[in-house]
């Protein structure tokens, strides 16, 4: 079966405390892995897409990794404006549409 | 108006009213998708369009129904919702189905 497993459920970090998010998957074969972030009471923002394992895309203090059963997020460095719930999703090969998604990891960044 | 938009961005319903969710897109997207988010829950696929046809039904109940006049436009008809019906209601676009998905800010539904 097809899932996206993310950890921590919750971070706290200090500002200027580096860390990583995990995102798990399993599926049958890879299409993309998205990353977004949501702020509260908002829609997701679109962040990253990854297609092949070895890849990565950076975005100010951010920095995506892509392996075969894993993505990371890398946050250099946070700034309290980088709280918000991260989420992470795939999409199969054989899916024209369906995204997995996972729960998220909820961020906290204190100054 | 820019990217995705969804009016209203909140709703306050009895059990037996009836409302409707809009969505419009300014991206020149051909899909258009409702998604439903629920509190510590993953995001649940509930419709896609795609050039205004109907593509997946995530077996949604009847209580739920959408509606895609065109491209650029989409409805959730509402009405005998449950208290458990009481989420974050999203609405994305994508190029077409497979590409990128952007969304908008959602409404946010309660139900009494």
């Known amino acids: 079966e097809d899932q996206v497993t993310q950890s921590p459920e919750a971070l706290r970090l200090q500002e200027g405390e580096s860390s990583s998010l995990n995102c798990s998957y399993t599926?049958?074969?890879?299409?993309?892995l998205f990353w977004y972030r949501q702020d509260p009471g908002k829609g997701p923002e679109f962040l990253f897409t990854l297609y092949s394992a070895g890849e990565e895309k950076e975005k100010e203090r951010l920095k995506a990794t892509l392996t075969k059963k894993e993505s990371f997020l890398h946050i250099t460095a946070p700034k309290p404006e980088d709280s918000a719930t991260y989420l992470c999703a795939v999409q199969a090969v054989d899916s024209n549409y369906q995204l997995i998604w996972g729960a998220g990891t909820k961020l906290i960044i204190k100054p | 108006e820019t990217g995705v938009t969804q009016t209203p961005r909140h709703l306050v319903m009895g059990m037996t009213n009836k409302k409707s969710l809009k969505c419009e897109q300014h991206l020149g997207h051909n899909a258009m998708y409702w998604y439903k988010q629920s509190a510590k829950k993953p995001l649940e696929l509930m419709f896609v369009?795609?050039?205004?046809?109907?593509?997946e039904n995530n077996s949604v109940p009847s209580r739920f129904s959408p509606e895609c006049p065109n491209s650029s436009h989409l409805f959730l008809h509402l009405h005998t919702l449950q208290p458990e019906d009481s989420a974050l209601y999203l609405c994305?676009?994508?190029?077409?189905?497979?590409?990128?998905?952007?969304f908008g800010p959602g409404t946010r539904l309660l139900v009494l």
């Open positions: 369009y795609n050039f205004k046809e109907q593509t």
């Open positions: 994305a676009s994508s190029q077409t189905g497979g590409e990128t998905q952007y």
């Open positions: 599926v049958s074969g890879l299409r993309g």
